[in-house]
């Protein structure tokens, strides 16, 4: 069987409930047939646990919600979708609020298929992003 490639899309650096999920997760993957890379933001916690499970990770502060369809939203695109084509990704995985919608436009331009989910406890007036259904066909 053919190893297959998998980006994790994370918007903290920090070592939290969510964090041990997704940590646990990856590390219950069968490695020989999945290759695991991640974006996350520079240095943290959770980016010396990546370390440790000898997990590639490439650095990026994803954007707040209230801009990530700015300038610095379509910049943050456009660096999922150049590490997603050097890296031969076959599948996104986004793993909070924070990358959900930026992995999902990026995952439909290059034709990645995507999983996304959350673990946020949301406060009054956030927005959520998994309440929103996405229809592109």
Do not use: Q
């Not at 290759?35 to 997990?55: A, H, Q, S, T, Y």
């Not at 943050?76 to 997603?84: G, H, N, Y």
Request: glycine residues 6%; charged residues 30%; proline residues 3%.
């Amino acid at each position: 069987m053919e190893t297959r490639n998998i980006l994790y899309l994370h918007e903290t650096s920090i070592l939290g409930g969510a964090e041990r999920s997704l940590l646990n997760l990856v590390d219950k993957l069968d490695k020989t047939k999945f290759n695991l890379f991640f974006i996350c933001p520079p240095e943290g916690i959770f980016v010396d646990e990546l370390r440790k499970r000898n997990i590639e990770c490439d650095f990026l502060d994803f954007p707040r919600i209230k801009s990530m369809l700015s300038f610095k939203g379509w910049n943050t695109v456009k660096k999922i979708i150049e590490i997603s084509k050097k890296k031969d990704i076959n599948l996104i995985h986004s793993s909070g609020t924070g990358t959900n919608l930026l992995g999902a436009i990026s995952a439909k331009i290059t034709g990645i298929p995507i999983v996304w989910h959350a673990r946020n406890v949301l406060a009054e007036g956030m927005f959520d992003t998994e309440r929103k259904e996405l229809k592109w066909r």
